[in-house]
């Protein structure tokens, strides 16, 4: 804000100032422009910025030397979400027949992201595309256009334009390929399209290898068609690709193991995973559970007791406090409800998934995060409620 407030006054008067310096050319124009300089300045001092802004935009000669001002206050401008200014301040760049190229270039790719800003999304993805058919700044155009076919969720262009900025840049795209496969994937599940779903999730999971979501969605595929032993085989996969995806399958993986009656398995199962991943709740809560059926709540009690001595966790500490709950007299059950609620108030303010790229955090799962845009970067909170970054 501050800066814009030096930038405008200054630039419009360094426009007055050449015109002046270049003689009779401009000394009609100079005559004009006096007068409306000390207006705006009039403006701004009677605090008054809108008209003020209004009147030093108005000032402004776009030739060679001042486009870059113009570019950097159509800029300012978007970034204050003031996009009508940027617009037309971007509009008025373009009409001029004396911009370079590049300048052009430039020009129409800031007119492109106001158009975004202001959700404008045909406009804008006509002039990325113009930018594209130029051959000029092709690979900011390009990471533009990627973001409106994920606005629009049209996932098909996606692949295209991660095919061309592959091309154009080093960058791999094969973590985001796999989530538009991925989307796909669910598109055609909505469709009951299944032999399609199952084809998309195996592009997926060709393109990425470690794509948690590819193997959720097929292992919910397979348990849908009745195949249990496959699903059990794809949700397993999970825990290999990211351990703190292991709570997101638990539930579904323990119903198929019900249904093909292997409890003894799935015990096993857990116990593994409980030992190999320490500091992970959700393998532990399940063990609990299990253990609690095949084997007694005591010895469910024991384990759990034992396992939050050496490592602290609140959702730990609500089971704790449950089992205690359940084998305590009636009468010495009033401290251990408050404590009860105490740890449920906590859990249940803190959010369960946290981006670790931007910090965003959420009480269900995204695989794009709202707030950076990123995928994959959201992850369950593993352990201790951690604080955002
Ligand atoms: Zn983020």
């Known amino acids: 804000m501050e800066l814009l407030w030096l930038l405008l006054p200054v630039a ?15 000394e009609a124009r100079r005559d004009e422009r006096a007068p409306i300089y000390f207006r705006g300045l009039n403006f ?7 008209k003020a802004i209004d009147v030093f935009v108005e000032m402004l000669e776009v030739d060679s030397e001042t486009v870059e001002t113009h570019l950097a206050l159509g800029n300012l401008f978007r970034r204050r979400g003031e996009v009508d200014r940027a617009i037309r301040i971007h ?53 533009n256009l ?34 538009y496969y991925c989307e796909l994937a669910q598109q055609a599940r909505g469709r009951h399209d299944m032999k399609q779903a199952e084809l998309l999730l195996r592009k997926a999971q060709g393109s990425d290898p470690a794509c948690v979501r590819a193997s959720l969605m ?12 496959s699903a059990i085989a794809a949700y397993r996969k999970v825990a290999g690709q990211d351990p703190a995806f292991i709570g997101e399958m638990l539930p579904a993986l323990i119903v198929c193991h019900q249904q093909e009656g292997t409890q003894r398995e799935l015990l096993d199962y857990l116990q593994g995973l409980s030992r190999k991943h320490q500091g992970v709740i959700a393998p532990v ?69 946290l981006c670790g790229n931007c910090g965003f955090t959420a009480k269900s799962l995204h695989w794009q995060c709202p707030g950076c845009m990123s995928w994959s970067t959201i992850k369950p ?9």
């Open 44 to 50: 701004l001092l009677n605090e008054q910025p809108d």
């Open 218 to 229: 097929q292992a919910d595929l397979a348990a849908a068609r009745g195949g249990c032993k």
């Open 91 to 143: 509009q008025n760049l373009i009409a001029r027949p004396t911009l370079s190229r590049e300048q052009r270039g430039l020009a129409l790719l800031e007119l492109g992201q106001d158009y975004m800003r202001a959700g404008l999304h045909d406009r804008a993805e006509s002039l990325f595309k113009e930018l594209g058919d130029l051959n000029i700044h092709q690979q900011p155009a390009l990471e």
């Open 381 to 389: 909170i593993t352990g201790l409620v951690e604080e955002p970054r």
């Open 285 to 353: 809560l399940a063990l609990v559970d299990q253990l609690g059926e095949q084997q007694g709540r005591e010895r469910a009690r024991e384990y759990l007791g034992d396992y939050l001595g050496k490592h602290p966790d609140l959702r730990g500490v609500a089971r704790l406090i449950e089992l205690d709950l359940q084998r305590s007299a009636a009468s010495d059950q009033e401290p251990l409800r408050l404590l009860g609620n105490i740890v449920a108030k906590l859990l249940a303010a803190g959010p369960a998934y």
């Open 12 to 26: 419009a008067f360094s426009g007055w100032m050449a015109a002046r310096r270049s003689g009779n050319r401009h």
């Open 146 to 179: 990627l973001l409106i076919y994920q606005k629009e969720r049209e996932w098909q262009k996606c692949l295209d334009v991660v095919r061309q900025l592959e091309a154009l840049s080093r960058r791999s795209y094969a973590m985001e390929r796999a989530h």
